[in-house]
Each structure stands twice: as structure tokens, then as C-alpha cells.
């Protein structure tokens, strides 16, 4: 009948002040355990990207209220006598995991056999839950490589991982039998806030590493909230050490388990699983120039394909389609065998234009990790000398200035570079545009160029039609200095005459907004393409083509190809400073 008298004898919020509070969701931590469990069927579920962090956050909500619920009765229904004049939330503290059944004795008849009973079999459904969940995690990390292959093997009539099964449990009794309660339960709560801890960090890097994976549920607040969960969890793992030393022992001795076994197994497994896998390859010819052309989508890579075959005609090369299937992590390499199917179209799009216009075409259907990291790798392997990607004209990734793709090999090409925005259909070009400012981009620039005229003039015009046009732009501050101007002019003709025997047109005309003003002369002289090397702005300052070449691709009326020259000693040092593992 007192009942609000055991909450109201103490005003105080915190008895044991609020460091108390901390070192008890610390020790209670693995109470609250159990809801990752749930990511585990993600196969399983209807519309997993919905369903599955609508039960995880209603499971921690029906927990959180059973466990309300159950305090707020088991300090409210004790009266003083039954506690020895102790208030009712100290006389349970003491009576450590004896306590509900001293509760139940005092609240309900027969209540010690009905909580003992009721244990039991709670006990029971969770240890069963518990040799599921970690039988198969040992079953596939057996299966991976990261555990001996004893782990890996099946029951041939029961067709379960009985060994995995065996281990497991030999484990758990152990742990019953050799540790006390409370030492088993700070090791769980322990090992759970560096799990949990570890998922936080994992969360952030892969926003960084992986910026295009499919996020049907989308964690807010990246990278806030889980750097204050780090925070809580790292405090609340430190501050386990003053309650349980031995269960700070013991997860450090299983921590330097796992990473012998990761060391004597893992290591060399998960090197093999991480090469990239070459499903198919056919070549009808070898060339020497090779022309790497990355495809997605059908459309895509039929109007790609038949810039590269200009080039190649030019050139006297190969057009080599690639395409990439990006495997997740949680997947073998080999289980991306099924994707065959997807990829065969595109590389088949690719051979037929190569066929109309008469140039060998190699194809490749990779398995990779990273898309990106797995087109570098293969552009090395074939030492491909020019690599076409499109862009769409704009990012999906924030913080990307292209995507996530062509940002990362554009920051570290493995050859000469060209960045397609495409605007209108692939056609022979008659008149095409170059603005220029020295430098090997320029270089490289007038050199695409004239390798689409000389197409156009050699394979589609009548002797009789003007020859295609190329003119290279230089544009001048309206008020610089005259002089510089015609050294400048005078600097840009003789490159030109050394890059190619193609009459170039060189005018040089004022202009103080570049953007502007090379817009302005493409849509007045009617130039059916733009070609611009990337921008001389430093490494630090744009680490892939420059702000005027992106603004020109995203604001012009036609096609716009961005190029880069590689240069094996710059791109070379980016490589050992951004990309070394």
C-alpha cells in the first residue's frame, strides 16, 4: 500500500551519484544484446530495407519497456520488513542474480519454482538462439578461410555444421563452468561495446570508401552520432575495467586469438578473395594501342564504343571493353558468377560497332570489390594506352566531383585519360573545338581532336566535301599585356606543328571569363564538339581536371571530351601516397 514511498525516500535521482548510473550500463549492457541478430535474416525478409530497421528499433522499444516495467515493480512491491529496513533498489543490488527470485518469492505464490522454471526455459530458447547465431558465423568464417577448414565442414546426413556446433558449445560450458556470473556477464557486455564500437567506425569509413553502395536504410547524422556512440562506448568499455578486471583479461586473450588465427588463416585466404576474378575474355586481335573503355549500360557503351573506334582507327589499336561487377563484401568473388548474364550484353553492344566500323575489339568481364580499383588493375595488366569513361554530368556522391568512380581514377590514372559528357549521339565530327593553353593536356586534347576528323575525312566524306575543321582557342586578358600575347601565340603554334601534321586552326581572341566566352564561340560558330585538356591548377588544389573543364562539359550544348595526359611521375607519387594499404 506504501508503494510510492520506495521511490520517494531517496529524492535523490542518482544514490550512488551518476558514475554509478555509468558503470551499471556498462555491467547491463548485454541485456540489450540480441536485436543485431535480427540483420542476420535480412534474406529472409520481405522488403529487408524497410522491415529490418523497423524490427531492430521495435525489438530494443519492447525491451526497453519489459525492462521498465519489471524494475518499476521490483522496487515498488517490496516492503520495508521483506528488505530488512534496506531500501528495495540495495537489497536487490546485493542480492545479485538471486534477486527476481527473491522478488518472486515475496510478490506471488510459489513464486522461487515458477522464476526458476521460467529461467529455465528462458535460458534455454536464448542458448539455442545464441549456438545458432555463433555456430554460423564460425561455419562461414570456415568456409571463408578465416578459420582452420575444420570449421567449414557439414554433417553429411544431418547437413549441419556439427563441428562449428561442437565448438560453440564446448565454449559456452566452459565460460559457465570456469568464471563466475557477474565476470561472464562484464566479458559479454565488454566484447559487445567493442563489437558495437567497431561497427560505428566501420560505418564512417565506408560512407568514405564506399560512397555508391545501395543504402536502402541510411544511418542520419554521418559522422555525429556515431562519433558520440564511439565515445559512449569507449567510456562505458574503459570504465568496465574498474568492475571487472578478469573480464578485460579474457577479451584481450580472445582478441590476440583472433588475430593469430586471422594471421595463421585469414590473411593469405582473404589476399586469394580479394583478387579480382576474370569471368571472361575473348580477343579477336592484338594491337599495341590499346583504347580501354569501361561499360554500364547498353546505350552507354554503344555511343562510347564508336568514339573509341575512331580513335582506334586512328591509332591502329584495340577498343578494350570492360565490364565490372561490383561483389560485396559479404560475398565470395566466386558466388558473382551468377552476374554472367548481366554483363554479356554490354561487351556484345561494344563488338558490334566495332564491327561496323572495322576495328578488333577485346572484352573483359571482371568480378571486383571496388569498381574503381578494378579498372585501374585491369588497364595495367592490358597496359592500355587511353581510357574512355562518361559522365553523366552530374554526381550521385557527395563530395564527388565526377562520382566516386571517375574521381578515383582520375586521380591516379593508369594512362592518358578522357571524360566524355555526352550531350547529343556519337556522330564523325566535321567541326570540332580545342581550347587550349599549352601543356601536355593540350597536347593530348589536339590529338583526340584530330583523330576524329581524320576518321571523318578518311572514312565518311566524298572527296569533293569540305575537309573537317579543327581550331584550337586561346583566349588572352582583354587589358594583358600584347607583347606576352604573341609570344604566347607564336609558343602555341610551334606545339602544334610537333602534335601533328592535321592542319589545326589556332585563333586567339580576348576574353577574361573563359567558361563564358569558349561557350559562346562553340554555339555561335556552330562546332558540333568541344575537346579541353585539364586544368594546370595544381594537385593539391584540383585533384581531377580543374573547375573550367567541369563548368564547360556541365553547361555545353554538345558533347564535351575532358582529357588528361598521364604523367607517370606524378600520378606514380599519388599512388604511393593515397593509394598504399
Request: charge should be neutral; hydrophobic fraction near 45%; proline fraction near 7%.
Amino acid at each position: 500500500p506504501n508503494w510510492p514511498d520506495h521511490f520517494l525516500r531517496d529524492p535523490s535521482p542518482f544514490p550512488n551519484g551518476a558514475w554509478g548510473v555509468l558503470s551499471a550500463m556498462g555491467l547491463t549492457f548485454v541485456a540489450f544484446e540480441g536485436y543485431e541478430i535480427i540483420a542476420q535474416s535480412g534474406e529472409e525478409l520481405k522488403d529487408p530495407g524497410r522491415n529490418l530497421p523497423k524490427a531492430i528499433f521495435y525489438s530494443i522499444a519492447i525491451v526497453v519497456a519489459i525492462y521498465l516495467m519489471v524494475a518499476f515493480v521490483a522496487v515498488g512491491a517490496l516492503t520495508h520488513a521483506e528488505t530488512g529496513g534496506l531500501p528495495a533498489w540495495q537489497y536487490l543490488g546485493k542480492e545479485g542474480e538471486r534477486a527476481m527470485i527473491r522478488l518472486a518469492t515475496h510478490i506471488m505464490p510459489y513464486g522461487t519454482l515458477i522464476m526458476i522454471l521460467g529461467g529455465l526455459a528462458s535460458t534455454i530458447s536464448a542458448l539455442n538462439a545464441t549456438v545458432y547465431s555463433s555456430s554460423r558465423v564460425s561455419f562461414a568464417m570456415g568456409r571463408g578461410g578465416d578459420l582452420p577448414a575444420l570449421f567449414g565442414k557439414v554433417h553429411p546426413r544431418n547437413r549441419t555444421p556439427h563441428m562449428a556446433i561442437l565448438f560453440s558449445g564446448l565454449l559456452i560450458g566452459f565460460m559457465a563452468v570456469a568464471l563466475p556470473v557477474a565476470d561472464v556477464a562484464s566479458g559479454a557486455s565488454l566484447t559487445f561495446l567493442i563489437l558495437f564500437l567497431l561497427t560505428n567506425v566501420s560505418l564512417i569509413r565506408l560512407r568514405k570508401t564506399e560512397p555508391d553502395l545501395e543504402r536502402p536504410f541510411k544511418v542520419p547524422w554521418v559522422p555525429t552520432l556515431p562519433i558520440l556512440a564511439i565515445i559512449v562506448q569507449g567510456f562505458l568499455a574503459i570504465d568496465l575495467l574498474r568492475a571487472s578486471p578478469v573480464a578485460w583479461a579474457a577479451t584481450i586473450l580472445w582478441i590476440l586469438l583472433g588475430l593469430y588465427l586471422f594471421r595463421r588463416w585469414g590473411g593469405r585466404e582473404e589476399a586469394l578473395r580479394e583478387a579480382d576474378t576474370i569471368l571472361l575474355e575473348e580477343t579477336i586481335a592484338d594491337r599495341r594501342f590499346s583504347i580501354m573503355l569501361p561499360v554500364v549500360e547498353v546505350t552507354e557503351a554503344r555511343e562510347m564504343a564508336k568514339l573509341g573506334a575512331m580513335l582506334s582507327y586512328y591509332y591502329e589499336g584495340e577498343l578494350f571493353a570492360l565490364h565490372v561487377i561490383r561483389v560485396p563484401h559479404q560475398l565470395n568473388l566466386s558466388d558473382g558468377r551468377a552476374f554472367l548474364k548481366q554483363g554479356r550484353p554490354l561487351l556484345e553492344s561494344v563488338v558490334e560497332i566495332g564491327q561496323q566500323f572495322e576495328v578488333p575489339v577485346r572484352t573483359q568481364l571482371r568480378l571486383g570489390r571496388k569498381v574503381s580499383r578494378s579498372i585501374i588493375t585491369a588497364a595495367q595488366e592490358r597496359h592500355a594506352d587511353l581510357m574512355l569513361l562518361n559522365w553523366p554530368g552530374y554526381s550521385e556522391t557527395s563530395g564527388a566531383a565526377f562520382g566516386s568512380v571517375i574521381d578515383d581514377i582520375s586521380a591516379n590514372p593508369p594512362c592518358d585519360l578522357a571524360v566524355v559528357r555526352l550531350v547529343k549521339p556519337i556522330t564523325p565530327p566535321r567541326r570540332i573545338l580545342v581550347p587550349v593553353a599549352g601543356g601536355p593536356h593540350t597536347q593530348l586534347a589536339v590529338e583526340i581532336a584530330v583523330a576524329q576528323a581524320v576518321y571523318t575525312a578518311e572514312k565518311v566524306l566524298k572527296p569533293d566535301e569540305p575537309p573537317p575543321q579543327v581550331v584550337a582557342l586561346h583566349l588572352v586578358p582583354r587589358d594583358g599585356d600584347l607583347k606576352a600575347a604573341e609570344e604566347r601565340q607564336r609558343a602555341l603554334m610551334e606545339q602544334l606543328a610537333t602534335i601533328t601534321d592535321f592542319p589545326v586552326e589556332l585563333r586567339v581572341l580576348p576574353g577574361d571569363d573563359v567558361v563564358k566566352d569558349v561557350l559562346a564561340y562553340a554555339k555561335e560558330r556552330q562546332f558540333e564538339q568541344i575537346v579541353i585538356g585539364a586544368s594546370e591548377e595544381g594537385i593539391l588544389e584540383q585533384a581531377m581536371f580543374g573547375s573550367i573543364p567541369q563548368r564547360i562539359a556541365q553547361n555545353a550544348d554538345v558533347n564535351v571530351i575532358m582529357v588528361k595526359k598521364y604523367n607517370p611521375l606524378k600520378h606514380g607519387l599519388l599512388k604511393r601516397l593515397k593509394f598504399k594499404r
